[in-house]
Structure formats: structure tokens, C-alpha cells
């Protein structure tokens, strides 16, 4: 009976191919920040948007503000796309939500497991960013806060929305356009490196 060949030495000390780590990060924020847009811009592969058009039946139930006359559909459950940042070492799943208040109610399955969020502020409609920043801080969830630029326009230093917003000094926060591939991907880097510090504070506090 012959014996099973041996491995070849190139065979025996071939690296192990890497796992890639999946990871779920939330974009949240208030209605028409841009949510769907910041997915959009940096998703690998086609996203999943659950957007419907509206209509006046939303009309004294949605408060539109300022994008009244140019929001023409909102999300009504969430936004999915995927990213890997790396050398396909990491894997970020990323979960839009729905920013109107009536859908507020998704939010608890959408954060469920995640790392942390990204919080997008428009510093025109900082009223609106409230619900956001209140929710990650009352589950003491990690999360950034991105102002988004419109159109390029930066209208409020970062010290004037952190200190309106009632932000801890310990919380990141920078401008950001989330039309613009790098900026989301440097957004996403940011939050995913205070996650880590956070759990790394609460490891060594345990």
C-alpha cells in the first residue's frame, strides 16, 4: 500500500489566505442630510436604497424644512452597501437609516451589532440632528459627527457646531461632502478608529 504524498515545502508554508472581518456601521442623521448619498458615493457594489417618492400625504406628518422644494423621495426603511477598506482585511457593512421621526422606530434593529455611526449634520437644519446625536449618546454607542458641506460651502467652524450640538470634546468631528468618495472613505476610517479606542477604554476599565 503506498504511502500518502507529503506536502511540497512551497505547499506546507503557503500563508493562510486572510478572513476578512466583517463589520456594520450605521449612517444616520436627520431627514435629507444626505444619508443616501454618503452610501451611494462609496458602496462597492450597487446599493440597496428603499426609496419612495413622495407625495402630499406626507405633507403636516414629514416637517421638510429647508429641502422642501428640492427633496423629491426620502428613505422609508434604509440604505445597504458595502465596502472594504485594506487589504480585504475588513469588510464594512453599511446600514443608512431612515430619517424622518415617524420611522424612528427601525432604528434600534438597524444599530443592533454595529461598531458605531456616522452622524451626518446639515448646519443649516442643526435642529434636526438632535434626535441622532441623542440616541448614540443615550446607548452609548460610538459615533462621529461629519457636517456636511453642500456644494462645497463651509458655513460654521466645527468649534460652533460641537458646542450648538452640546458634543463632547471626545467625540471626532470634521467636515465631509458625501458626494465625494474619499471624503466618505476617510469618515468611515475615523469612526471605525474611535470605535476601537473606545472598546479598547472599556476592555482595560473592566
Not at 476578512?20 to 443616501?36: D, E, M, Q, S
Amino acid at each position: 500500500m503506498s504511502e500518502p504524498p507529503f506536502p511540497s515545502s512551497a505547499t506546507a508554508h503557503a500563508p493562510s489566505p486572510k478572513v476578512p472581518i466583517p463589520v456594520k456601521v450605521v449612517v444616520a442623521g436627520g431627514f435629507a442630510v444626505g444619508k443616501t448619498t454618503f452610501v451611494g458615493s462609496i458602496s462597492e457594489i450597487e446599493p440597496l436604497t428603499t426609496e419612495a417618492v413622495m407625495t402630499r400625504a406626507s405633507e403636516g406628518v414629514d416637517n421638510l424644512g429647508a429641502a422642501s422644494t428640492s427633496k423629491t423621495s426620502t428613505t422609508v426603511a434604509m440604505d445597504f452597501g458595502r465596502i472594504t477598506l485594506g487589504n480585504s482585511d475588513l469588510i464594512l457593512y453599511l446600514f443608512g437609516t431612515p430619517g424622518q421621526e415617524r420611522f424612528h422606530f427601525m432604528w434600534d434593529e438597524l444599530v443592533r451589532g454595529a461598531i458605531g455611526a456616522v452622524v451626518l449634520v446639515d448646519t443649516a437644519r442643526l435642529a434636526d440632528c438632535f434626535p441622532a446625536v441623542d440616541y448614540f449618546e443615550q446607548r452609548s454607542v460610538p459615533f462621529v459627527v461629519a457636517v456636511n458641506c453642500f456644494h462645497g460651502a463651509v458655513l460654521h467652524s466645527l468649534d460652533a457646531v460641537r458646542h450648538a450640538l452640546s458634543i463632547s470634546s471626545d467625540v471626532p468631528m470634521f467636515h465631509t461632502d458625501a458626494r465625494e468618495r474619499t471624503a466618505t472613505r476617510d469618515a468611515l476610517l475615523t469612526l471605525v478608529q474611535h470605535a476601537l479606542v473606545r472598546t479598547r477604554a472599556r476592555v482595560g476599565a473592566a
